[in-house]
């Protein structure tokens, strides 16, 4: 992010030349569209939750102690927008699935995790998914055997030919680089 958000959040917005607004937009556009994006896959409601986030942060700005905080700030924002719509959204479908299925179909609430929970378990999946991508093979194929197929380390020795406690080393490995790579991305959870 560049010192264009800062001057979105530290100056009177209305007062700046047209061409430094659009600028301030595209990158207040561009910071926030992936993980919106991730979160409820969909193009237009992501551009409309930007919009809104851009109109908070006009009428709410906090004082500017860094742009570390501005950028958390923007984040949870954004985050809490995104929530509220997809709340919205589940509601309508439980309300459209609660019709369709009153007929004695297999719906129930079996499981009573959050939006929030949700939100965050896909986002996190879809964001482990992609930094698999970027680890060495043998990494990733420790990570996956463990992560999406359950197999014990035991299992995995037995599948990759090595023994339980290099699995157990490797894998520590694994994680501790996507546990980095997670924490670099989005910062601490209290943000």
Request: no cysteine.
């Amino acid at each position: 992010m560049q010192r264009n958000l800062l001057l979105l959040l530290g100056s009177n917005f209305q007062q700046l030349n047209v061409t430094l607004q659009e600028e301030i937009y595209r990158e207040f556009y561009h910071f926030l569209y992936q993980p919106i994006m991730y979160m409820i896959n969909d193009h237009p409601a992501t551009e409309d939750i930007i919009q809104e986030a851009f109109m908070t942060a006009l009428a709410k700005s906090p004082a500017a102690e860094s742009e570390e905080h501005i950028k958390a700030w923007i984040k949870v924002v954004a985050k809490n927008l995104t929530i509220n719509y997809i709340r919205k959204r589940k509601k309508t479908k439980n309300d459209i699935s609660l019709e369709l299925t009153w007929d004695g179909g297999p719906y129930s609430h079996a499981t009573a995790v959050s939006v929030e929970q949700e939100v965050e378990a896909k986002s996190l999946e879809e964001q482990i998914s992609r930094h698999l991508m970027g680890m060495k093979p043998e990494q990733r194929t420790l990570i996956e055997l463990k992560w999406k197929k359950g197999l014990t380390y035991k299992e995995i020795a037995s599948e990759i030919q090595e023994s339980e406690g290099a699995v157990k080393h490797k894998l520590h490995r694994a994680r501790s680089y996507l546990k980095r790579k997670l924490l670099k991305e989005w910062g601490s959870r209290d943000e």
